[in-house]
């Protein structure tokens, strides 16, 4: 699972039948600092994402468990907001404490 940018649209006048009527979009995937990350990836899209978005993205197995298909990669959320902080929380009995 990663975290990515929808940069593009991608189309194919031929494509598999299983997955003829889903989008196919461009994504960045983006580190924490969410900044790019290495290459682009075609993936599904069956929930709406469009350029600009901030998506979450499965492969492999995940992927094609949202669409019996030829999908290797497919969008599973639209993200509203990251937050990211050098601080870190662990779990305890009462709920989150800071942690070091």
């Known amino acids: 699972m990663f975290l990515g940018k929808v940069v593009g649209n991608a189309w194919a006048t031929r494509k598999e039948q299983s ?8 994504v960045q995937p983006l580190d924490h600092r969410m900044k790019p990350l290495g290459n682009i990836k075609i ?3 069956h929930i709406g ?19 019996d298909g030829a ?3 497919s969008v599973i959320g639209i993200v509203d907001h990251v937050e990211i902080d050098s601080t870190q929380y662990t779990d305890d009995k009462k709920g989150r404490k800071r942690g070091d």
């Open 19 to 26: 997955i003829t009527g889903y989008r196919l979009l461009v």
């Open 71 to 73: 999908i290797d990669a």
């Open 49 to 67: 994402a469009g350029v600009g978005n901030l998506v979450i993205v499965v492969e492999g197995s995940p992927a094609r468990a949202t669409l």
């Open 43 to 45: 993936v599904n899209d």
